[in-house]
Every structure is written in C-alpha cells, then in structure tokens.
C-alpha cells in the first residue's frame, strides 16, 4: 500500500488521504481524515473493506500531492549511519548512533519549494530513507523492531552546513531544523512492499548531475537496531519519522566543496519507493 496526502483542484483548501495504485489516487478522506489514522492502524478494517470494493480513483497528475504524513510527534535524524560516507569525511564508523532532531514544522511536501535561508551561506543536500512509525513502543527489542514499523519514505536532510558544523557551540539542531529543510514523499510505502530496507539503491541529483549515489546496505546501524536504539531512552509514537542517514557525495566533503544556490533543483530517489524533487528560491 502506498498512502498519500493531497490537495484536489476541486477543493484547494482541504486536505485529503487516498491510496495510490499505479497513476490512480483512490480518496480515502472519508475513511481517514489524516495519514495518521491510516499509519495508526486505527481504520485498517474499514479502510481494506472500502478498497475490495474497488472504488473509482483521480488521476496524480491532476492532484498537488503534500507532505504524506504530518502532525507527527517527533522528526528523528541518524548521522553519520553510511559506512561510505564516514570513509568521505575521514572519520570512524560511529560505535553508536549518532542521534539529532528536526522540528516537525520543517517537513514539507516531495515537490516544495525550499527557501534559501538569509543566515547560511553553505546551504547541502542529502537523501536519506525515512522509517514511518506505525505504533508505539518503548523498551523495544530488535527482534521485534519491524512490529513498530507501518512503512518507508524518500526524505531530503537539507542542511546548513556552517550552523551545522562551524557555529553554536558543534551542536546540530539549527543547521538542520530551518524552514523546510525536511521535505519527504511522494508516499508512504508499506512494510510489506519493502521486505528488505537494506538493499535500496538511493541518489541525489542537483540540476540532473549526480551527487548521490549509493545503497541502504552501507548503512552502519540497520533499522531494527536504530529503533531499539532509540526506544530505550524515548517512546516512539504512530508518525514519527526516523531519518536514517545519508551516504556519500554530500557537498560539504567534495573537493571544493559545492552547495546549494538559488534556483538550483535537488532530486532525491529511492529504488521501490520513488522521487522527490525541490527547488531552490
């Protein structure tokens, strides 16, 4: 199951929930007001007895897709969590996870526009495979980590590299939590149509040349031990989002280093699951 958020030209001003199947967006706005409820497994009876019926559906390409959950309690970053991009900057594989936050008002829709924030000068992409909480956990044993997953989504980890890296005192939280620096989507893919995370190939391009590209399998924490990681100290709660790191190719390490301009169009893509595109303004 694939599960979006959208905005029909019939009713700008309401958000709706449907069901992508191939090009078809079968609203489910009526079943689930929210993503959530859909991620929540609260409507799940109701929500598979709707769809048996095989009800009509609206064409993508007439809809404004937005952000394919929000309203989550918590936007979870990994850093440094690719095997290669640790190799890139010089530095050890961390023998923790390395953990930091996003604010949720930075996640925004696949195909936003990104404002290039006044106070930054090194302005970096990064694609990165996003786990979707689906229920809540804490204490949570490895084993058991996928019970806690309802299914993945393409993020895009914008970062401010010299509030990140140079400036308030080496913590993160500035560099990676300005306006929009979280767009995620198109969708949200079930569990069940990725049994296995850690074989995606992903990518980021900026203005079609590739920057990024690599596979989940590089990653140094798995997902099962990135939630047991963090359910010891926090529960984790239906829609929250765990961004599970970057690989490498990210501007700040390039030899110059490259970043992002005004106009620039950043592309990030993850195999079975799809891409996002933002530009810059």
Known sequence: ?????????????????????????????????????????????KLMQYLDTKPPGLNLQELELK??????????CIGMNYKDHCEEQGMP??????????????????????????TTEQLDWEVELVVVVGKEGYQIEEKDAYDYVFGYT???????????????????????SMTAFA?????????????????????????????QDS?????VFNVPQIIAWLSRFF????????????PPGVGVFKNP???????????CGIESIGEIRNKIV
């Open 183 to 211: 767009p995620i989507g198109p969708g949200i893919v079930s569990r069940d149509e990725i049994p296995d995370p850690h074989n995606l190939n992903l990518f980021c391009k900026v203005n079609g040349a590739t920057k």
């Open 235 to 246: 529960p984790i709660l239906p829609g929250d989002l765990i961004f599970t790191g970057t």
């Open 1 to 45: 199951m694939r599960i979006v958020q959208f905005v029909h030209p019939l009713s700008p001003n309401n958000s709706c929930v449907g069901v992508l199947q191939d090009n078809v967006v079968i609203d489910i706005t009526h079943i689930a007001p929210t993503s959530l409820s859909v991620i929540s497994g609260s409507v799940e009876e």
């Open 93 to 118: 594989c961390p023998t923790e996870p390395v953990v930091f936050n996003k604010f949720p008002s930075c996640v925004v829709a696949p195909f936003a526009d990104v404002p290039y924030p006044p």
């Open 215 to 219: 596979s989940t399998k590089e990653m």
């Open 154 to 176: 393409v993020g895009h980890d914008i970062s401010a590299r010299d509030w990140q890296l140079k400036r308030n005192g080496g913590q993160w939280l500035i560099g990676k």
């Open 257 to 267: 280093p490259e970043f992002l301009k005004k106009g620039d169009v950043v592309t």
């Open 67 to 76: 952000a394919p959950v929000t309203g989550m309690d918590k936007v979870i």
